[in-house]
């Protein structure tokens, strides 16, 4: 069977000279990638790492979070990448809920974890190799031996959910993904995104088929464009965060080796996108992705006369909207967004729960609510538990954020329900204001009314420093 780890030696066989990443450090091909994985492999393997066992990575964006991603795949490790930007207290949480019996990082880490040994490797700085103590003989995951890969979700709504994936799941959902992204050796993708939440269907697939990755290490406007321009980006892959600091760059630079932009993590609204087109001259496509499936929905037919929408399903999936009764329901009602197709998630960690007892009727009920118009194009509403009820109207916090976003001054917010003794619930809202910037909130107000039903209008404005949110940039909810 066609192994995650193939997809490195597959590309550095086919394309040694291709350059796979540029970054702080410079260019890489791909022959030197794999030359610097191989030596780090067999250094982890003298230390212990085998099949099965948990391997954790907290790498910052470069080429050697990709070393140590398929290092620990050479080593038959089932590898967790865990976001750098966690306080020690949470990293130590993440190790304990995945069973990891050894962790890479170039940082520090206190808590249970124990300092094994520096390893003797390319990167300019030790990497610390951390043995977490834990009984080899205790797999991972036991309940599922074929695992590569975990990942925790991002908690937008509670409690993260430990996603296992096997090699099989990894090959199925990226070769469904690049039929329609159609990414190969011409490209370069403009990376903005942390690596430690988009590893599966974005990482391992541009490594696939042979697509080189331009680290940026700044994720201003300005660095973005300069990256660009002097790499000759072809995709910029981003959240609606830089697309909008993208938008409002006054005098951006010619991008003629730019021929395709997506939007992910968040729902993004049509006035950023339009923007965008206007400044840039290219479309947004909204692109549904989801831990559990992967990138099963994309929008490339209709993101000039639909940009708010994430798109049609891709021609491997089977998207529908489902009734409280698991059903499904006609064009244009609003219901639980269920997809079908490849490269599902195998299980999750914690309680051990597989993917059959998950599935309903043989769908994946993803969370959030939609619509599916006679054409199949599907229009995310919101999350089915972050809706605000009003009187009995549904109101979603995603709808109110985008047009509150697009106020000037106004560097993002959070719209969140707040209990009503006549209304039941109303509409709050949290805004992080630019320096140098004063939000009248009766005017604010009254712009909303312009884009707003009555009934969705914040009743209360909160000027706020910061919002929280998760590490792959969604905001968090509760």
């Not at 192994?3 to 291709?18: F, I, M, S």
């Not at 988009?198 to 331009?214: A, E, T």
């Not at 043989?362 to 605000?388: H, Q, Y």
Request: glycine share 8%.
């Amino acid at each position: 069977m066609y192994q995650v780890y193939d997809c490195l030696t597959d590309a550095a066989r086919k394309w040694p000279d291709a350059i796979a990443v540029i970054d702080e450090y410079g260019e890489i091909t791909y022959a030197e990638l794999l030359a610097h994985t191989e030596v780090l492999a067999m250094q982890l393997k003298q230390q212990g790492c085998a099949y099965g066992l948990g391997l954790g990575i907290i790498m910052p964006n470069n080429r050697y979070f990709i070393i140590c991603l398929f290092a620990g795949v050479a080593c038959g490790c089932v590898v967790m990448p865990i976001d750098q930007r966690l306080s020690n207290t949470e990293i130590d949480q993440a190790i304990r809920d995945a069973n990891l019996h050894y962790v890479l990082s170039v940082q520090q880490l206190d808590g249970d974890a124990v300092s094994f040994c520096n390893l003797i490797t390319a990167l300019p700085t030790p990497l610390n190799v951390y043995n977490t103590a834990r009984n080899a003989d205790s797999l991972a995951v036991p309940f599922l031996p074929k695992a590569v890969f975990m990942r925790f979700t991002s908690g937008t709504t509670g409690a993260a959910k430990g996603v296992v994936l096997t090699h099989q799941s990894v090959m199925e959902r990226t070769a469904a993904a690049n039929e329609q992204l159609c990414l190969g050796t011409i490209d370069r993708v403009v990376w903005v995104l942390p690596m430690a939440y988009h590893f599966i269907v974005s990482i391992v697939l541009y490594v696939r088929y042979g697509v080189g990755i331009i680290v940026n290490e700044l994720f201003l406007a300005d660095s973005i464009l300069q990256s660009i321009a002097r790499h000759r980006g072809t995709f910029l892959y981003a959240a609606p965060m830089h697309l909008q600091l993208l938008a409002n760059c006054k005098t951006p630079p010619p991008l003629p080796s730019l021929r395709m932009v997506i939007a992910t993590t968040t729902g993004i609204s049509a006035t950023v996108c339009k923007a965008f087109q206007a400044r840039y001259g290219l479309p947004v496509s909204q692109a549904y992705g989801i831990i559990e499936i992967g990138l099963p929905i994309i929008n490339f037919q209709k993101s000039d006369e639909f940009p708010e929408a994430v798109g049609y399903p891709l021609p491997a999936y089977s998207v529908a909207i489902l009734g409280d009764d698991f059903q499904p329901l006609p064009p244009d009602a609003l219901g639980k967004l269920a997809i079908k197709g490849p490269g599902m998630f195998d299980a999750y960690l914690s309680p051990p729960t597989l993917r059959a007892d998950v599935l309903k009727n043989g769908w994946f009920l993803t969370g959030d609510l939609a619509v599916c118009k006679p054409d199949d194009l599907i229009i995310i509403s919101g999350r089915e538990k972050n809706m605000i009820n009003v009187s009995g109207n549904k109101v979603f916090p995603n709808e109110v954020e985008q047009v509150v976003d697009t106020y000037p001054g106004i560097v993002t917010s959070k719209a969140y329900s707040r209990t009503h003794p006549l209304m039941g619930e109303v509409v709050a809202l949290d805004i992080v204001v630019a320096d140098g910037y004063v939000v009248d909130t009766e005017q604010l107000i009254h712009y909303c009314r312009q884009y707003l039903t009555g009934f969705k209008l914040p009743q209360f404005v909160n000027q706020v420093e910061q919002i929280a949110t998760t590490g792959s940039g969604k905001v968090k909810r509760h």
